[in-house]
Every structure is written in structure tokens, then in C-alpha cells.
């Protein structure tokens, strides 16, 4: 192989967990291949070299930037077209995608303008098989670990977050810049504002800890503890799919089959009964704890710790153990 590639996208204005598993991934793999990685950037100008050392610490040989003009606002059809004409002239046959909401979106249209096999959401590394490669994914909504093989010269693949820990390997900093323009008609959909939700939390899709609840709340004035709860453990906060739809929270909390699909390292679940909709979108969690005051609610079956009790007393005695024993041990 001559390299292997990540895409690093930039939000804003850094690098953010998904691309640093990316790197951490490409890196493992390269090391297997015997062959360099190279962190690919996207952007309408050079990022500071403040920014661009991230990419080295975590294991980048070099980074490539991409800039032209046209690329200031995020235009998946531009960003898959000067990615692919980049694949094809430095002759990757390896590139990751972090799978966030963008990396979705340019993943598919990459690997039909590269000309390569195309490998969704997978949470391993690629492993050499015969004359092709071999990687584990999540299928059938989560209820499934399904194994899926390439035999293809140029292989483009997204890596599900929280599927691969960040671990630094420290390169000296190597920049290489390069003009490429999309063309024109690429551009013809393109976003002309962006709103975010103004929040401090890690989006859901990023979150190594959430906190949700459903309908065994009672209602939105009841909110609080959870909110205190995740505050306490530093994790963001999510609902299932009732509650959202009767406005109790944002539509953007809604996690399950119809809503975000997620897979952090902790998912506490409070009033949630566990319908194998809502179970679809959490059941990669790599731990589940699930606080219910019925026996019976099917969550108990898929949970790694279960409380049988009312949450409005479970909750913040839970909230309380947890603030003093951080105190305490000075986390």
C-alpha cells in the first residue's frame, strides 16, 4: 500500500473525538500494513498549525490539505469530489471516515467517485483475509454483529464512534497543500445558514456517558434530576421516543430506532421501559444500567446493572453518592 488515509473534519474550528479514534484506527492499520498515514483535511483555508499538530500527536506522518474557496460551508457532493480526485492521484487504496453526521453524508458519494468498495460503521480495524480485507459491524438495528468482506483494489470505510480509544503517537509535524476545485454542479445544493443548539454538552453521537429518561418521569417539570445527574457524571443527556414526540424534550435527545442511534460506554436509562425500538438505538452501549419501578420492563433483560425502585427517590440519592464521592477522591 502506498498510504493510508483518514478524513479529519474540522468542527468548529478543531478536531474532535471521532477523528482522533479515526487517527488512532488508521494508525493501527497502517502499522499492520508497514506503510504511512496521511490526515486529510477539507477546508476553504489552512487551519494554524496549533490546530494541525493534533493530527501528528495522534499519529498522522503527514497532513494533507485540501483548499480552495468553494469549501468554506460544508457541501457533502464537494467535499466526496475533491476527496475522491485526492484518492485517486496520491493512489489510496485505505481511506476512514469518522461516522459522524458529515462523514455520512460523504462517505457513500466517496466511494462511488473513488471507485471502491464501500464499508459502513464498522467498529474494527480491518484484518487481512486471502486477497481481501474482513472488518465487524452492528447490523439489523442492533441486534446483530455482522462481518463483512471486501475484495476490492481501493477500500473506503466509516468508523462508528466510540468503537476505538484515542491513543497519542507522537510524529513530527509534516504539511503538504494542495488546490482542488469541486465542480460546479456539486455546489448546487449547498447550506446557506447553520443553527446550532446552543448546549456545553458532547453531542449524543460523540458521548462516552448519557443519562436519559421516558415517560416514568411524569412530566418536563421533573427534568431537573436528570440534568443534575448527568451534570455530576459529565455526560449529555437523552429521551425516548414518547417523550419527544409529546414535547416533554428536543426532538435532537431522541435516541433509538427512529431517533439517534448510539453507542457510548455508559447508558443509564430512568423510566424507560425498554421497547425494542427505543433498544435498537442503545444496544451497542457497552454498559447499560437501567432504573425502573417495574420488574418486568424488558430493559432488565439487555442491562448490565438494574435498580428496582422509584427514580424519584433512586435519582438523586444516586446524584448525591456520586458528588461526594468525587469530592472526596478529588475528580
Request: glycine share 8%; aromatic share 8%; charged share 20%.
Amino acid at each position: 500500500m502506498n498510504a493510508i488515509g483518514i478524513w479529519a473534519e474540522i468542527s468548529d474550528g478543531r478536531f474532535k473525538k471521532p477523528v482522533l479514534e479515526a487517527l488512532t484506527a488508521g494508525r493501527t492499520f497502517a502499522d499492520k500494513e508497514n506503510c504511512p498515514l496521511w490526515a486529510v483535511v477539507v477546508a476553504s483555508e489552512p487551519p494554524s498549525e496549533t490546530i494541525l499538530q493534533t493530527l501528528s500527536d495522534y499519529g498522522a506522518d503527514k497532513v494533507i490539505l485540501l483548499i480552495h474557496a468553494d469549501l468554506k460551508a460544508f457541501t457533502p457532493n464537494a467535499y466526496a469530489r475533491v476527496l475522491s480526485q485526492y484518492l485517486k492521484e496520491a493512489g489510496l487504496t485505505m481511506f476512514f471516515l469518522p461516522q459522524t453526521y458529515n462523514g455520512r453524508a460523504v462517505g457513500p458519494m466517496l466511494g462511488i467517485w473513488a471507485d471502491a468498495a464501500f464499508l459502513s460503521g464498522i467498529n474494527s480495524i480491518p484484518e487481512k483475509e486471502g486477497t481481501g480485507y474482513k472488518a465487524r459491524r452492528i447490523a439489523y438495528s442492533n441486534k446483530a454483529i455482522e462481518w463483512v468482506y471486501v475484495e476490492h483494489p481501493v477500500v473506503v470505510a466509516t468508523l462508528r464512534p466510540n468503537s476505538f480509544v484515542p491513543a497519542k503517537a507522537s510524529r513530527p509535524l509534516q504539511v503538504e497543500t494542495k488546490s482542488i476545485a469541486p465542480l460546479p454542479e456539486d455546489l448546487r445544493a449547498r447550506p446557506l445558514k447553520v443553527e446550532k443548539v446552543a448546549t456545553d454538552r458532547v453531542p449524543l453521537t460523540e458521548a462516552e456517558v448519557v443519562v436519559s429518561a421516558g415517560r416514568g418521569l411524569k412530566g418536563p417539570e421533573n427534568w431537573g434530576m436528570v440534568e443534575e445527574l448527568a451534570k455530576v457524571l459529565g455526560a449529555s443527556t437523552a429521551c425516548s421516543k414518547p417523550v419527544a414526540d409529546v414535547g416533554w424534550r428536543p426532538h435532537h435527545e431522541h435516541v433509538g430506532q427512529t431517533g439517534i442511534q448510539i453507542s457510548p460506554n455508559l447508558y443509564i436509562a430512568i423510566g424507560i421501559s425498554g421497547a425494542i425500538q427505543h433498544l435498537a438505538g442503545v444496544a451497542s452501549s457497552k454498559n447499560i444500567v437501567v432504573i425502573n419501578n417495574d420488574p418486568e420492563a424488558p430493559f432488565f433483560k439487555v442491562a448490565d446493572y438494574g435498580i428496582v425502585g422509584d427514580a424519584f427517590d433512586i435519582v438523586p440519592r444516586l446524584t448525591e453518592s456520586i458528588r461526594r464521592y468525587k469530592e472526596q477522591h478529588g475528580h
